[in-house]
């Protein structure tokens, strides 16, 4: 079964700092990773997709890698910006197809 | 585009009671699934489906029935309410189990006394 981790729990930075979130895995033959974004009280929304044949994807201020080989996925955001406070969740797909989620990452961004 | 509708977003309801947590997608998704979000143990797999007439079992399926009569509609059901299944339970969809982004509802909030 894949196992997911997320560490830390909780991170706290000022504005402007560049955030480095970190998602790690235990089965090496991931189909995809994926990372959220989910606010207080609300659902969670896809922030990157990273196929399997992928080493990372980008969108705006979003990083993403893919390191298959030491089970490591690592979320980047440059200049962190208050509204970038959330909590930051990473899943992944193993061979079956279903998603193994970790239990996020707490980021406040503080002015 | 409303993407994945959750109804409702709260409830409370008492032990034994049954209910239905309705969930609507308009993306035309073939795969659909049932999380429950507890605090320190990260969301849960309950039930999926990857198209109309097939479910299946997830990670904690005890206390719950889906089914899935239409490629919109996935409801939820719970026969017998508990306090262990007090929880928020989220509904997600996809274009194809595990290869293609998950979209989720906003959540629907279930107290059980």
């Known amino acids: 079964k894949q196992e997911v981790t997320q560490i830390p729990a909780a991170l706290s930075v000022p504005e402007g700092e560049n955030l480095v979130l970190n998602c790690s895995f235990t089965?090496?033959?991931?189909?995809?990773l994926q990372w959220f974004r989910q606010d207080p009280g609300k659902g969670l929304t896809s922030l990157l997709l990273?196929?399997?044949?992928?080493r990372e994807q980008t969108s705006g201020r979003l990083n993403a890698s893919l390191d298959k080989s030491s089970g490591r996925s690592t979320l980047y955001i440059a200049a962190s910006q208050p509204g970038d406070s959330a909590t930051y969740l990473c899943?992944?797909?193993?061979?079956?197809?279903?998603?193994?989620f970790g239990a996020g990452t707490q980021v406040v961004v503080t002015p | 585009n409303a993407g994945v509708t959750q109804t409702p977003k709260f409830q409370v309801l008492k032990t034994g009671q049954s209910m239905t947590l309705q969930c609507a997608q308009d993306m035309n998704h073939e795969y659909m699934s049932w999380y429950r979000q507890d605090p320190g143990m990260g969301l849960r797999l309950i039930h999926y489906s990857v198209g109309a007439g097939i479910t299946d079992q997830g990670e904690v399926p005890n206390g719950y029935n889906v089914s899935r009569s239409t490629t919109e509609d996935f409801p939820l059901r719970l026969l017998s309410a508990a306090p262990s299944q007090t929880s928020v339970y989220f509904c997600?969809?996809?274009?194809?189990?595990?290869?293609?982004?998950?979209?989720f509802g906003e959540g629907s909030r279930l107290t059980v006394l």
């Open positions: 089965d090496s033959a991931i189909y995809n």
């Open positions: 997600a969809s996809s274009s194809s189990q595990g290869a293609g982004e998950l979209f």
């Open positions: 990273i196929q399997s044949s992928q």
């Open positions: 899943a992944g797909a193993g061979s079956w197809g279903k998603l193994q």
